[in-house]
T-cell receptor, first 112, second 116 residues
């Protein structure tokens, strides 16, 4: 069965600094997709970044980038120049076919 | 509306009652997903529709849970004979397509169900 593990229940970062959130997953599939979602206190789910497993190049979206290590089944999220608005719960998600699997989340605090 | 909507936003019901949760996806979105999210946890997959066809219901916890999407648009998740352990946030998400590409899922605001 596919599983997604986020080993850091809570993280904190100083405003303007960089933080990395870790995610590992378990799969026997070769074709899949990975996502990071942000859930602010409003509890909306907002897509931050996505990565296709067949692409070797790491995805980047402005201040957000990933370190995708396919062999290690690792998919970490790096947030650069952290802002107060980045404070939220972050979920890593794996998709193969029509099923999505989410990790348990990492709560990020941004310290002014 | 531009986004996925869900109703009601909050539902309090007594144990043993049936509840129906509604999801109105983004117009034109083919795929619709239902998730359950407990506090402090990530969303847990329940079921998935492609148009009106329920493609996967392997995540439904037991036969008290059912879902339908009769016209390929609005979907209803029904929980019969509710139990306290059913209390959670129930989320709906839709996307342009389900199995191809990195199609983004757009999540609704969720229905917070409390069973007393």
């Amino acid at each position: 069965a596919q599983t997604v593990t986020q080993s850091q229940p809570e993280m904190s970062v100083q405003e303007a600094e960089t933080v990395t959130l870790s995610c590992t997953y378990d799969t026997s599939e070769s074709d899949y997709y990975l996502f990071w979602y942000k859930q602010p206190p409003s509890r909306q789910m907002i897509l931050v970044i996505r990565q296709e497993a067949y692409k070797q190049q790491n995805a980047t979206e402005n201040r957000f980038s990933v370190n995708f290590q396919k062999a290690a089944k690792s998919f970490s999220l790096k947030i650069s120049d952290s802002q107060l608005g980045d404070a939220a719960m972050y979920f890593c998600a794996y998709r193969s076919g029509n099923q999505f699997y989410f990790g348990t989340g990492t709560s990020l605090t941004v310290i002014p | 509306g531009a986004g996925v909507s869900q109703s009601p936003r909050y539902k309090v019901t007594k144990r043993g009652q049936d509840v129906a949760l509604r999801c109105d996806p983004i117009s034109g979105h083919v795929s619709l997903y239902w998730y359950r999210q407990a506090l402090g946890q990530g969303p847990e997959f329940l079921t998935y529709f492609n148009y009106e066809a329920q493609q996967d219901k392997s995540g439904l916890p037991n036969d008290r849970f059912s879902a339908e999407r009769p016209e390929g648009s609005i979907s209803t998740l029904t929980i019969q004979r509710t139990e306290q352990r059913d209390s959670a946030m129930y989320r709906c998400a839709s996307s342009l397509a389900g199995t191809g590409g990195t199609y983004e899922q757009y999540f609704g605001p969720g229905t917070r169900l409390t069973v007393t």
